[in-house]
């Protein structure tokens, strides 16, 4: 009989101090919610194929950073905790650090979202933006809703950093949004991070409907010409010009913009091949890996379920969608100027998801004209839109930080 009790008061003294007895807690059930989210996560990325590169990793970080008594949540949202380590003191204030917030230090030192950016520009084809400079209006229209939802955010009652780094998610740009955010608010990561990365995945659900909104079915079966050859030359010029010209305007974007150049100059040089491809394949995919997990363990209950989480995410909403209207917008005013000659769904593409959003332009325009081919000319808008996104982000931390 003893030996029964002891072996029941061993099962008691293990279940109380597991993470299951502290789901029947308040603080439990928060995280028990959490967990079932981060399950609603990985359906979506595996069964759904929704950005799953990042939203799977993400997704399981979620859940890591949910599970009670592991310390695997990100507790440092700031450098702060790692000063004393890197001044030699070897001491940490606060929270003992874990796994997550030492891979969470590539994303607050901003060493990440540039990496994920060279790795982007290796594997994109700038030719229909330089065959078709106008693409750059497009692009830059799309970030409209950015600066829009900024104004709505300070309305609501956030701090200028606050809307700022809100306000970017309207660029559909994962990396730009947490490069931001890290800087300007990282209390607001997980939340920010979490609906850009959801909000470029369901680009196939929320452009449509706006786009066929905003323009006819006349509009839409337009068939656009043949965009020229682009030289070698062109393509090589490209990536430098660009880097000097908005890396000399602004300096805080020049992070982003300079990868994502370097990547394609790797990829358009023809004297780097090796090294393109590592940063097309090895690099992106290992940084994918940290960063996705790390901004998934910044997810914890205590940070993630508040009241403006719904008000983040609601406000990401509009800004993705008045960045989509804008580009339309201003392609239906080239379609006027232009006498007919462009069709206005291209200018959606000019938010940056790529190249969800160009083939989303192509997939709705062949729905009124099956023999339209779009997608190389809403690539144009598509490139522009990633470097529209990193020069909006660039404007805001030289304004808000």
Request: charged content about 10%; hydrophobic content about 55%; aromatic content about 10%.
């Amino acid at each position: 009989m003893e030996i029964l009790q002891g072996v029941w008061e061993v099962i008691v003294s293990i279940f109380s101090n597991s993470g299951y007895a502290f789901f029947f807690t308040a603080e439990g059930a928060k995280n028990l919610v959490m967990i079932l989210i981060s399950f609603v996560f990985l359906w979506l990325g595996i069964k759904k194929g929704f950005e799953p590169l990042l939203m799977i990793p993400i997704a399981f970080g979620m859940l890591l950073a949910n599970i009670p008594g592991a310390n695997l949540a990100v507790q440092y949202h700031d450098l702060d905790g790692f000063r004393d380590l890197l001044a030699g003191r070897g001491e940490f204030v606060g929270a003992t650090p874990g796994l997550m917030d030492f891979l969470y230090f590539g994303v607050k030192a901003g060493i990440y979202p540039p990496l994920i950016f060279l790795g982007i520009g290796a594997m994109t084809d700038f030719a229909p933006l330089i065959a078709n400079p106008k693409s750059f209006i497009l692009g830059a229209a799309a970030q409209f809703g950015i600066f829009f939802t900024y104004i709505g955010a300070i309305a609501l009652g956030f701090a200028p950093n606050e809307a700022g780094s809100i306000a970017i998610i309207g660029g559909a740009d994962g990396p730009t949004a947490i490069f931001v955010t890290s800087q300007l608010a990282p209390e607001l990561l997980s939340t920010i991070a979490v609906a850009a990365y959801s909000y470029m995945a369901l680009v196939p659900v929320i452009q449509p409907p706006i786009m066929k909104a905003l323009t006819t079915k006349k509009e839409r079966a337009v068939v656009m010409g043949t965009l020229r050859p682009v030289s070698k030359l062109e393509k090589i010029l490209f990536p430098i010009v660009v880097t000097v010209v908005v890396s000399l305007l602004l300096p805080d974007a020049a992070s982003l913009v300079g990868m994502l150049m370097l990547g394609n100059l790797l990829k358009e040089s023809g004297r780097t091949e090796r090294i393109a491809k590592a940063a097309q394949n090895e690099l992106m995919n290992i940084i994918t890996i940290m960063l996705g997990i790390s901004v998934g363990a910044t997810t914890s209950a205590q940070t993630f379920l508040k009241k403006e989480t719904f008000f983040i995410a609601g406000l990401g909403v509009v800004a993705f969608a008045l960045g989509t209207a804008s580009g339309v917008l201003f392609g239906k005013l080239m379609y006027i100027f232009t006498k007919g000659k462009v069709n206005p769904l291209i200018g959606s593409a000019g938010v940056s998801a790529v190249p969800m959003a160009a083939r989303v332009s192509q997939k709705v325009g062949q729905e009124s004209n099956p023999s339209n081919f779009l997608l190389m000319h809403a690539m144009g808008p598509n490139v522009s839109g990633v470097i529209g996104s990193a020069v909006a982000a660039g404007v805001l931390l030289t304004l808000l930080r």
